[in-house]
C-alpha cells in the first residue's frame, strides 16, 4: 500500500448493549491493523462514532460529536472520520450530503469492511461506505479489543423481524440471524478462560435464537442456555433483551433449574394500555404479560424484572396512561428505563395522527419515573440486612475508596473496603483481574480478601432507588442467589 494508514484511534459509542459489543470488535479490527487507542479525539488520528438510531435524541447528540470532528479534522485535514452503526445504515443519504468531512459511513451489518474501506479511502481520497441489509458475517467473528474484567458480552443473534410500529431496529439491523451454539459455546469457554465469571447474551431479541427460517444450527434459546450451563463453566449468565410474546415454558424452566442462569429478567412491557400495545404491535395484552410474570414469579421466587416503557404514543389517551401506571405499579420493577416516544422515519407509527403535545408526554414521563422509583426503592429496600454475594467488578464510579460489583438479581452494590491497600486499581478503563482491592482482614475479623473478579459477601446496609450500599464480610466461595 502506498499510503500511511492512521496510528492512534479514538471510539465514542452510543445505544445500546450490542453497539458496545460492535465497537470491541471495531476496536479489535483497529488494533489488528497496528492501530493504538486513545482516550481523547483531538489525539486520534482516525475518529470513529458507533452510533444510535432509537431515539431522536441520539441523533442529535451525534451532531454534537461530528461538529467536534470537523473541527479536528480542519486542524488536521488527513484525520479519517468514520460513522458506524444504525444511523449510518439510516441516514446514509444525508450524510453523503451534510456532513462532507466524514470519510467512511459503515452499516451495523458490514462491520468487518472497515479494514478495506480505510484502505480504499486512503489509496482513492473518496469517501466509501458500505450498507449491507442482512447479516452475512456476525460481529462476533471479528477479532475483539476487550475491556479487562469478568464480564463479557456475547452476541448469539442480531436483527429483529418484529417490526413494532414505533421501531427503527428492524430496518437498520436487518431481519434475525443467530449464530452458531457450537461457536457460542466456543466463545464462551475462551472467555472462562480468559477469567471471565459472567457473560451478558447479546441479541435484539435472544428468546428468537435460532427460530428464523434458514438457520442452520439446531436448538432453541433455552436449548442454547442448557448447554451453555452444561457444557461450560461460566459461573453467571444474563441475557438481553427477551421479548414477552416470544417467553417460552421451556425459558421458564431453565430459568428455574439452571444454576447459571441470574435470576434477572428484562422484559420490555411498553404499554399497559392493550389499545396502545396493540397500536404498536406487541402481539400481547396487559394480561397476557400479568400472567407470564406470574408463572416466572411462581418458577424463581427471587426474580429481578426491568423493564422499557414508552409514553406519549400517538393516540395515548390519559386512560391509556392510567393503565400504564397501574401496571407498573403491580408488577412491582426493580428498575425501568423510561422513553417519550419519539417518531422515527419509515416507521409505521411516523405516519400515525394524534401526536400526543410535548408537555402532556413529559408530564406522563415525570408521574412513571416517580411509580418506577418507589417500586424500584421497595423492592431495594427488602435488600437491606440480607447477606448478598456481589461480583466485584473494579472501584466504585463517584467513591475511589469503595468498590462495586452487582448481585445476581442484577442489583449494583457498593461497599467500602476497610482497609485499601496501596495497589489498588485505577479508577479507569485498565483494570486487570486479580488486582488487590486491599485487605479486608483486620476489620473485618479475618475475613479474606477481595480482588476485582471476585465473589465477595456484602452485608447490605442502605438502599435507594437506584442502587445498595453494603460492607464487605469476606470472600464468597461460591455465587449464590442474592
Ligand atoms: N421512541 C421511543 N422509545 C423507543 N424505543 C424504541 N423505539 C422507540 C421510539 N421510536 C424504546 C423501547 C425499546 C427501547 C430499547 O427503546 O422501549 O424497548
Ligand atoms: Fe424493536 Fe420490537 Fe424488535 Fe424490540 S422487538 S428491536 S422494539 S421491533
Redesign the pocket.
Known amino acids: 500500500m502506498s499510503v500511511c494508514l492512521p496510528e492512534t484511534f479514538y471510539i465514542r459509542t452510543f445505544g445500546?448493549q450490542m453497539n458496545e459489543h460492535d465497537s470491541e470488535r471495531i476496536a479489535g479490527m483497529l488494533v489488528g491493523m497496528g492501530m493504538q487507542p486513545v482516550e481523547q479525539p483531538g489525539a486520534a488520528d482516525l475518529l470513529l462514532y458507533n452510533t444510535c438510531s432509537?431515539?431522536e435524541k441520539a441523533d442529535t447528540r451525534l451532531l454534537g460529536h461530528l461538529g467536534e470532528a470537523r473541527r479536528l479534522k480542519r486542524e488536521q485535514p488527513e484525520r479519517m472520520v468514520v460513522v458506524a452503526g444504525c444511523l449510518a445504515q439510516s441516514r446514509r443519504e444525508s450524510f453523503q450530503q451534510e456532513q462532507p468531512h466524514v470519510d467512511i459511513l459503515l452499516g451495523p451489518q458490514s462491520l468487518h469492511e472497515l479494514p478495506r474501506l480505510i484502505e480504499e479511502r486512503l489509496e482513492s481520497g473518496r469517501s466509501a461506505g458500505a450498507f449491507a441489509e442482512e447479516t452475512t458475517r456476525f460481529s462476533a467473528e471479528l477479532p475483539r479489543a476487550r475491556r479487562q474484567g469478568p464480564l463479557a458480552w456475547v452476541q448469539i443473534m442480531t436483527g429483529c423481524t418484529n417490526y413494532c410500529s414505533?421501531?427503527?431496529v428492524p430496518y437498520v439491523r436487518g431481519p434475525e440471524a443467530s449464530r452458531a451454539a457450537e461457536d457460542i459455546l466456543a466463545e464462551v469457554r475462551g472467555l472462562a478462560e480468559q477469567g471471565v465469571h459472567e457473560i451478558t447474551l447479546l441479541g435484539q431479541n435472544v428468546n428468537a435464537y435460532g427460530a428464523e427460517p434458514g438457520f442452520r444450527g439446531k436448538g432453541d434459546f433455552s436449548g442454547l442456555l442448557r448447554r451453555l450451563s452444561e457444557e461450560t463453566p461460566i459461573e453467571r449468565i444474563r441475557f438481553m433483551?427477551s421479548h414477552p410474546k416470544d417467553v417460552s415454558p421451556g425459558l421458564i424452566e431453565a430459568l428455574a433449574e439452571l444454576e447459571p442462569l441470574c435470576e434477572h429478567l428484562h422484559l420490555?412491557v411498553?404499554s399497559g394500555s392493550d389499545r396502545v400495545l396493540e397500536a404498536m404491535r406487541r402481539g400481547y395484552t396487559s394480561a397476557d404479560y400479568r400472567a407470564l410474570v406470574e408463572r416466572l414469579r411462581a418458577a424463581v421466587p427471587d426474580l429481578s424484572l426491568t423493564t422499557?416503557?414508552?409514553v406519549g404514543f400517538p393516540g395515548e389517551t390519559e386512560k391509556d396512561f392510567a393503565a400504564t401506571l397501574e401496571l407498573v405499579e403491580t408488577v412491582g420493577y426493580d428498575s425501568a428505563?423510561t422513553?417519550?416516544?419519539?417518531?422515527?422515519t419509515g416507521?409505521r407509527a411516523a405516519a400515525f395522527a394524534d401526536a400526543v403535545p410535548a408537555d402532556v408526554a413529559n408530564d406522563r414521563m415525570t408521574r412513571l419515573v416517580a411509580a418506577v422509583q418507589r417500586s424500584a426503592l421497595e423492592r431495594n429496600q427488602a435488600y437491606v440486612g440480607r447477606e448478598a454475594v456481589v461480583l466485584v467488578e473494579g472501584p466504585s464510579r463517584n467513591r475511589e475508596s469503595e468498590f462495586t460489583g452487582r448481585t445476581r438479581t442484577f442489583k449494583t452494590v457498593n461497599f467500602a473496603v476497610p482497609h485499601k491497600a496501596e495497589a489498588a486499581p485505577p479508577p479507569s478503563e485498565s483494570f486487570e483481574p486479580g488486582s488487590s482491592l486491599g485487605s479486608a482482614s483486620a476489620a473485618n475479623g479475618g475475613a479474606a480478601d477481595v480482588s476485582v473478579g471476585d465473589f465477595a459477601r456484602v452485608l447490605i446496609e442502605g438502599a435507594t432507588s437506584a442502587t445498595l450500599r453494603g460492607r464487605l464480610l469476606g470472600a464468597a466461595r461460591a455465587d449464590r442467589a442474592a
Open positions: 445500546c432509537i431515539r414505533y421501531c427503527i433483551t420490555p411498553q422499557d416503557v414508552i428505563f422513553f417519550i416516544y419519539s417518531p422515527r416507521t
